[in-house]
């Protein structure tokens, strides 16, 4: 039979002084202790707060277990309970196994994690902080569990940067292909080149290349770039793709 208990929220935040674009940061730990008898936790509520940030500049929310009892933040060993995108402002992170607290056992005691992967695409200049709005933002699976805490409980904000994105050409990605050439032929590789960014993704828009040699502008009829599809080092006309 479920007996009244008090559970008791306590948090700190750990919000950086700036989110980078496709970075992942720990944002808040949550405490709760039982005062007696059983209780148990199956999800935890995260409300969105900032001025300029959106849903979609946090990829999303996790919560994660201190399982190493290190007192955080959350480190490789502290296993996923949840994870969930914003919508309309609220995480939704119903775990995918119930964390139970017993008063007579070490568990009387567990600590939570919240963090955010921040998206690539995410809004410079917005501001990001972590809110449990009300004591109904921890989730309970004995109803006669009253939950005691500061609500709301509210991190500082911080602004979203953006990241600074290094395109790289690998110099083993580079072949030369230029060879004898008759009037007339067409899809003739001169070049093969790779393309990495070092962090996020990259808007590629365009390509300048300039010709060398002796032959005059209106030798050359037009100018292609081809993306490999199947990776075989090979120009395939039909199965790879002009860009």
């Keep these: ?10 948090t700190a935040e750990y919000i950086p002084s700036n989110f980078f674009q496709g970075e992942a940061y720990t944002v808040l730990r949550v405490t709760a202790t039982v005062d007696e008898g059983d209780t148990s936790i199956y999800g935890i509520k995260i409300n969105r707060f900032g001025s300029g940030s959106r ?34 402002g609220i995480a939704n992170l119903v775990f995918t196994s119930t964390v139970d607290l017993r008063a007579t056992e070490a568990s009387k005691t567990q ?21 449990l709005t009300n004591s ?27 990241t600074v994105n290094k395109l790289l050409i690998p110099t083993e990605s580079i072949f030369d292909w230029a060879a004898a050439m008759n009037q007339g032929d067409e899809d003739e590789v001169m070049l093969e080149f790779g393309l990495i960014s070092d962090k996020n993704s990259i808007n590629w828009q365009a390509l300048t290349v300039t010709s060398s040699g ?12 081809w993306k490999d599809i199947n990776g075989n080092d090979a120009l395939e006309v039909g199965i790879d793709t002009t860009i």
Excluded at 121 to 127: H, L, Q, R, V, Y
């Design 136 to 162: 109904s933002y921890i989730q309970m699976g004995n109803p006669k569990t009253t939950i005691l805490g500061s609500f709301p409980i509210e991190t500082s904000s911080a602004p979203i940067k953006s």
């Design 111 to 131: 600590v939570f994690f919240i963090a955010y992967d921040i998206s690539p695409t995410a809004n410079p200049g917005g501001m990001l902080g972590a809110r």
């Design 55 to 88: 849903d979609e500049d946090v990829r999303s929310v996790s919560a994660y277990r201190d399982e190493t009892a290190d007192g955080g933040p959350r480190v490789a060993g502290d296993p996923l309970l949840a994870s969930a995108p914003f919508i309309s």
């Design 1 to 10: 039979v479920e007996q009244p208990n008090t559970l008791t929220i306590s």
């Design 214 to 225: 002796s032959a005059q502008d209106s030798d050359i009829r037009n100018v292609k770039i």
